[in-house]
Nanobody, 125 residues
């Protein structure tokens, strides 16, 4: 059984920063691709960022490029989402996801991820 546990969601003012964390527990391939998705009220879930198997590549949706990063702790099944210069449009529930292997160019698709966290709320006002 694999469990993803997110933390770090909070309410912040525009221009502020937050750091989300996602820890993976269980029998998970240590090099799997992990990603962050978010869902705003009344909207579809969208991909935010992902880090490739091995951590050599990071991918971001255009709206967060230059503001968000997705560092991965070396040797650990833990990834973060460092969010800077937050804007109200970043508000939503943020979900961590883990695939069972490389996702390649399909990193933005939710259906390539097998495991999901419970979500953590981020509110920017």
């Amino acid at each position: 059984h694999v469990q993803l546990v997110e933390s770090g969601g909070d309410s912040v003012q525009a221009g502020g920063s937050l750091r989300l964390s996602c820890a993976a527990y269980g029998n998970i391939y240590s090099g799997c691709c992990m990603g962050w998705f978010r869902q705003a009220p009344g909207q579809k879930r969208e991909a935010v960022a992902a880090i490739s198997t091995g951590g050599s590549s990071t991918m971001y949706v255009d709206s967060v490029k230059g503001r968000f990063t997705i560092p991965r702790e070396s040797g650990k099944n833990t990834v973060h989402l460092q969010m800077n210069s937050l804007i109200p449009e970043d508000t939503g529930v943020y979900y961590c996801a883990a695939a069972t292997g490389p996702t390649g160019a399909l990193w933005y698709r939710g259906d390539v991820y097998r495991y999901w966290g419970q979500g953590t709320q981020v509110t920017v006002s």
